[in-house]
């Protein structure tokens, strides 16, 4: 085997010199002249002799030959390598011319480095002095040397799939549902598209929705990276239930101040009076009301699925005080007939009400008054300030009644005094 001596390394150039230098030309005269030196000697010794020369110059060979092996490989690896680089360097300048059409001056993006596995033979190098500025000092590329080839230059794409998944804060309710939706992947390099179902959809990343009609529905996400092509859709069936809503409403009549309350609710099954004093759970209630005033009724309905409809209604409540004016006029002549004049209690209840009465002559002078149960206010005809008997004529009254729930009444009017 011949070597060209000026591609070889100082290392192979030295390996060839030693052993060159074992090899020993072959000299009939020499030998004769060895043989005499050891004449004296026993045949052992001589073919002992023999044999070591022999052996000596096996190992030198086989140590050249080596040799040989080891500076052929060293050259072919270095021309191996030699040859990479060159392929390396011409598959980036490629990449390098590809990717220049993407990416405009102003985008600076990165070279993502996704080779799926690197061995000993492979290298990372830092793609400096790469032209048109797209592609910055500080990137990497990886290349194989068993296989020269750049793998996957990418500009900031996501090589994965976006992920759609997501979750919600309820899945049921009544109307009206409030929902808050939650995507499992939240990042602002993604698109997101809501379908809530029902119509309505929405871009936000959280969004939150309210279901203004009862029925089931199906929620749907689409997701995108915005540099990439890929597009996920997740879709939930039925995911959301909205229970209809019940409608409470009542009316009411009044008969002798006692209040009969008729339920007119829809789509329930309970219902719940509240009332400023007491409460119910019956479907129609009646209430007696002892004090005028304004009082708020409300009805609660709720239906087999627990959802409640609220009505309130104020009730104006006038309790009618059972009195009456004797007569618009009397004849205080003391014969037991119409002799006196104030008012009269319905069904002898005269404990129960508190008067404060007065008479006036036409000049608005008072000529009368008395306070106390209604039997007890009555007047004679007399003129308290003379004692004595009022002329005929009109004169005016007015009259302050209370019961015992303090229900009051105030009555004004006019009487004829005859004799």
């Known amino acids: 085997m011949s070597l060209n001596m000026n591609n070889l390394s100082e290392f192979e150039k030295i390996i060839k010199g030693k052993v060159d230098s074992f090899e020993y030309p072959y ?23 023999l044999f070591g020369i022999v052996a000596i110059t ?18 072919k690896n270095k021309l191996t390598d030699k040859q990479d680089n060159s392929v390396a360097v011409n598959n980036l300048n490629d990449a390098k011319e590809i990717n220049a059409d993407s990416y405009n001056s102003e985008s600076k993006t990165n070279i993502i480095n996704s080779v799926s596995s690197v061995n000993k033979n492979t ?16 990137n990497q590329v990886t290349i194989n040397y068993n296989n020269p ?22 899945k049921e309710g009544c109307l009206p549902l409030t929902v808050k939706f939650i995507p499992t992947e939240i990042s602002d390099t993604l698109i997101y598209s809501w379908d809530f179902g029902d119509g309505n959809i929405s871009t936000e990343k959280i969004p939150q929705h309210i279901y203004k009609e009862d029925g089931n529905f199906s929620v749907t996400l689409i997701v995108k990276y915005y540099k990439s092509e890929s597009v996920v859709t997740n879709k939930l069936q039925n995911l959301i239930k909205v229970f209809e809503q019940p409608v409470a409403q009542f009316n009411w009549t009044n008969n002798d ?6 339920n007119l609710s ?32 409300q009805l609660i309905a709720i239906n087999k699925y627990g959802c409640s409809d609220i009505f309130t209604k104020e009730v104006n409540v006038q309790i009618t005080m059972p009195y009456q004016m004797a ?17 009269q209690v319905v069904e002898n209840d005269n404990d129960n009400f508190h008067c404060d009465f007065k008479i006036f002559n036409k000049n608005g002078k008072l000529i009368f008054e008395a306070k106390g149960t209604p039997n007890d206010v009555q007047w004679n005809g007399f003129d308290k300030s003379s004692n004595k008997l009022a002329d005929e004529g009109i004169y005016f009254y007015d009259l302050k009644i209370e019961d ?9 009017g006019k009487v004829i005094l005859q004799r």
């Open 266 to 297: 829809l789509g329930a099954t309970k219902f719940k009076w509240i009332f400023s004093d007491s409460t119910s759970n019956e479907e129609n209630v009646s209430k007696v009301f002892r004090v005028s005033g304004k009082y708020p009724v």
């Open 404 to 412: 015992k729930f303090g229900n009051t009444d105030r009555k004004n």
């Open 123 to 138: 290298e990372v190098i830092t793609t400096d002095n790469i032209s048109n500025g797209s592609i910055s000092n500080d």
């Open 149 to 170: 080839v750049i793998n996957n230059i990418q500009t900031n794409q996501h090589t994965n799939k976006p992920n759609a998944t997501f979750i919600c804060d309820k």
């Open 58 to 75: 096996a190992i030198c060979l086989m140590v050249y030959f080596n040799s040989q092996n080891t500076a052929s490989l060293c050259l």
């Open 327 to 343: 007569a618009n006029s009397f004849t205080p002549d003391g014969d037991g007939g119409n002799d006196y004049f104030g008012p």
């Open 27 to 49: 000299d009939d005269a020499s030998w004769k002249k060895f043989k005499k030196s050891v004449s004296g000697k026993s045949s052992y010794w001589g073919y002992a002799a």
């Open 257 to 262: 101040n006692v209040f009969g309350f008729e």
